[in-house]
Nanobody, 124 residues
Framework: QVWLVESGGGLVQAGDSLRLSCAAS????????MAWFRHVPGKGREFVAG????????NYSSAVQGRFTIFRDNAKKTVDLQMNNLKSEVTAVYYC?????????????????WGRGTQVTVSS
């Protein structure tokens, strides 16, 4: 079982940068594929970025490719999401998620571990 807690959200202006962090506890983090999702009211929860257990392979949605970067530190049990050049359309609740499989899944259903989310609001 892995427990996840997100932090780092807040209110920023368009063009700013923000770094979200996800702290994990429990056993299994080192072998879990981790991801960030976001929930926009009326749109459901969508994939943002994912990273495999060794941290050497990442995936991004086309909407954030080139502006967001996902990192993980297995020793510290953290997964961060660096978000640059923020735009108002990225306003959402961001969730950290994990699954005990090797590959990144762009769908949310296979992720067993979820945090409670952190709100990111970008004003234009």
């Amino acid at each position: 079982q892995v427990w996840l807690v997100e932090s780092g959200g807040g209110l920023v202006q368009a063009g700013d940068s923000l770094r979200l962090s996800c702290a994990a506890s429990g056993r299994g983090f080192g072998a879990a594929t981790m991801a960030w999702f976001r929930h926009v009211p009326g749109k459901g929860r969508e994939f943002v970025a994912g990273i495999r257990a060794p941290g050497t392979y990442t995936n991004y949605s086309s909407a954030v490719q080139g502006r967001f970067t996902i990192f993980r530190d297995n020793a510290k049990k953290t997964v961060d999401l660096q978000m640059n050049n923020l735009k108002s359309e990225v306003t959402a609740v961001y969730y950290c998620a994990g699954r005990a499989f090797i590959t990144v899944d762009f769908g949310q259903d296979s992720y067993q571990y979820w945090g409670r989310g952190t709100q990111v609001t970008v004003s234009s």
